[in-house]
């Protein structure tokens, strides 16, 4: 496929990159067997990069959308390229084409309860509803059988974003063994969840004083994940409000920890999770 010339970038740079983007598709399989992921450029009124499916499966339009990505191609790229790391579909930079990337309607629901939804909302919201169509679904008319084959693309690409999630909970492990020491660590905020602390939770002449903790998790660089409980050292007078007073932790956001104390270990399916306790921030 050839490289079309990326909008707002210089050539030294769009020439970097689209040899990155060679170096991640060394190994894969071709597109005319496997087809391909393509990234397509912003066009009029779209002012966003996009992700399609290429498959070499229908006889007719054989492209298909996934989803938007960024109005920054470094950023789309990066995006694109973490979906689909694990799967043998080569990825591509491609001109947007009306007419080969158009929807005709053969990918709408026409039944049950997503009637009326493109199959790739079903893929976004329901995977699991997506898979009976592609497998369950028994169609009548020819009709039916493309949408059939619509929704079986749409379907591996699923198990191409479920291997990239497999692939990275194998890897996480445990930080060590309960009670050990750790120092010096960096961690990204995945999620924050308030809670009272029951414990510290009084009334004081009759106002109540509630002493919330945030409870988060964490991931450090190489995926492992870790939880840990920050306690508010003022009262709020209402339940599960953090006091203006105390730093609110916002997902994404980065913890450095000068050193902790391992509280537990433990799996969550087959995701091993490490607990601290006796956190000193720095």
Known sequence: MANPNIPGIPRTEQDLLYQKLSVYNSGRTSYK??????????????????????????????????????EDVHDSLRIASTLCFYSQRPLYIVEYNAKRMQSKGDDLVFFGKYRGHFLHEVLRIDPA??????????????????????????HSVHLDVQRRKSQQQSRSSFLGKEGDKVENLKLTVQSVHIEDNPYKTQVIKGIPHFYVRQMLKLKDAAGNLVTLRINARTA?????????????????????I??????????????????LNYVKLR
């Open 258 to 275: 000068a050193s902790a104390r391992i509280a537990r270990t433990y799996l969550i399916g087959n995701i091993k999770c490490t607990r």
């Open 129 to 154: 509803y997506l898979s009976w169509i592609a497998f369950k679904f028994e169609p009548r008319i020819p009709k039916q059988e493309r949408f059939v084959q619509i929704a079986r693309i749409y």
């Open 33 to 70: 067997e496997v087809g391909a992921y393509l990234v397509a450029l912003p066009r009029y009124e779209h002012p966003a990069y996009s992700l399609w499916i290429y498959s070499p499966l229908p006889e007719h339009q054989s492209i298909f959308y996934i989803c938007d990505l960024s």
């Open 236 to 256: 709020s007078t209402q339940s599960c409000l953090l006091p203006a007073l105390e730093h609110a932790y916002q997902p994404g956001e980065t913890v450095e």
